[in-house]
């Protein structure tokens, strides 16, 4: 047990849809990382946040938005989903900003019907 | 643009042989570099990393080498189990300056025949 908590662990929608995946990091971490890994794909960097504020952003799609709340966990959000979002999404937790390994959640799987 | 890759989709190894796995980089600001297994419905555990300062770094079975010059590492795991058959991913980051990204390359399967 990695101690990042992911919900929910599995997710069947409509495209056009709106969902939000949650993550809580593990206990006093303050960094939390979204990553997407779709079929025979390695693991997309989608965003990253530190302590509630982005800190960067890789190849997240302008219908995809994430948020880091005052309690450390965080919430991504994909909406006018297409059926190519369908995938896993990762949430890890480390630490700092820039120290240490990521742990991971066991991911959400999301499908588009 | 993929800055890291692993070229072998998959791996098969008997039991008790040595399993290699490898991973090039194309940023050579990357100065730290991590392995991670997985196994089917699960997320990815860490396994081993390694500084830009090191050529190489033990845990038990498991050696990543690190050539910095060939921006290449590998992950020795010997001997392997059957328990070691998972999908292995390789990562870097660059640790300078806040916000670092982890990039990780696409897999390799690891089956190890008992």
């Known amino acids: 047990d990695s101690g990042v908590t992911q919900t929910p662990k599995h997710l069947i929608t409509a495209t056009g849809q709106r969902v939000t995946l949650r993550c809580s990091p593990r206990?006093?971490?303050?960094?939390v990382y979204w990553y997407q890994q779709s079929l025979d794909q390695g693991l997309q960097f989608l965003i990253q946040?530190?302590?509630?504020?982005?800190?960067a952003k890789g190849n997240i799609l302008e219908r995809f938005s994430a948020q880091q709340f005052p309690d450390l966990h965080s919430e991504l959000n994909l909406s006018s989903l297409e059926l190519g979002d369908s995938a896993l999404y990762f949430c890890?937790?480390?630490?700092?900003?820039?120290?240490?390994?990521?742990?991971f959640g066991e991911g959400s799987r999301l499908t588009v019907l | 643009d993929q800055q890291v890759k692993q070229n072998s989709p998959s791996l098969s190894v008997q039991e008790g042989r040595i399993s290699i796995l490898n991973c090039d980089y194309t940023?050579?600001?990357?100065?730290?570099f991590l392995w991670y297994k997985k196994y089917p419905a699960e997320g990815p555990t860490f396994l081993i990393s390694?500084?830009?300062?090191?050529d190489k770094n033990e845990d038990g079975r498991f050696t990543v080498f690190l050539n910095k010059s060939a921006k290449h590492l590998s992950l020795h795991i010997v001997p392997s189990q059957p328990g070691d058959s998972a999908v292995y991913f390789c990562?870097?980051?660059?640790?300078?300056?806040?916000?670092?990204?982890?990039?990780f390359g696409t897999g390799t399967s690891l089956t190890v025949i008992p």
């Open positions: 890890a937790s480390r630490g700092g900003a820039n120290t240490g390994e990521l742990f």
């Open positions: 206990s006093g971490d303050l960094s």
């Open positions: 946040y530190y302590n509630g504020e982005e800190r």
């Open positions: 940023n050579s600001m990357f100065d730290y």
């Open positions: 390694i500084s830009s300062i090191k």
């Open positions: 990562a870097a980051s660059a640790r300078a300056g806040t916000g670092n990204q982890f990039y």
